[in-house]
């Protein structure tokens, strides 16, 4: 069985993402930041109707945030029944993987805030790391984003 990806960067780091739960790719503009947001979020976007709470990667993963670029982009997916945009520094190329191609996440670096890693491959000789959408926001997040979906949604309605 075989899936497709979407490579995307994050600094120097390459990372995938199941390009069946990718909803667009939109070019990062127009996103508002929101003050005392929840941790991860970083604004929101307002796309075709949807108000969508912007969440990054970046601050995921403990790396430092970096201003916008015309590369950067956001990954617009359902994930937990809650459209979510994730800001990503720049989108590469989508690949296709083969089960055999995908290797497990080393047992030394499994925890659970590293739950959202679903595995690894070395596809061109790069080393890249699939994200398990399902798993990126813990449920505290979870529940959080949808809060503040909601919250923004009710605020734009008025």
Not at 64 to 85: F, H, N
Not at 107 to 132: F, P
Not at 143 to 152: H, I, T
Request: charged fraction near 25%; aromatic fraction near 6%; proline fraction near 4%.
């Amino acid at each position: 069985m075989s899936t497709k990806q979407i490579i995307f960067k994050l600094g120097d780091e390459e990372y995938g993402m199941d390009i069946s739960l990718v909803t667009t790719i939109e070019k990062y503009a127009g996103v508002v930041p929101m003050p005392n947001a929840p941790m991860h979020i970083i604004g929101i976007l307002s796309l075709r109707g949807d108000v969508i709470p912007v969440y990054s990667l970046r601050k995921k993963f403990g790396m430092p945030e970096v201003t916008a670029s015309d590369k950067t982009q956001l990954l617009i997916t359902r994930c937990k029944d809650i459209l979510v945009g994730y800001k990503v520094d720049s989108v590469s190329e989508i690949i296709e993987l083969e089960d055999n191609e995908v290797q497990p996440v080393p047992t030394i670096v499994r925890c659970a805030e590293t739950r959202y890693a679903l595995g690894v491959t070395n596809k061109k000789s790069r080393m890249v790391v699939l994200l398990d959408l399902e798993n990126i926001l813990n449920e505290q997040e979870a529940e959080a984003v949808k809060d503040f979906a909601e919250q923004n949604e009710k605020k734009s309605a008025t």
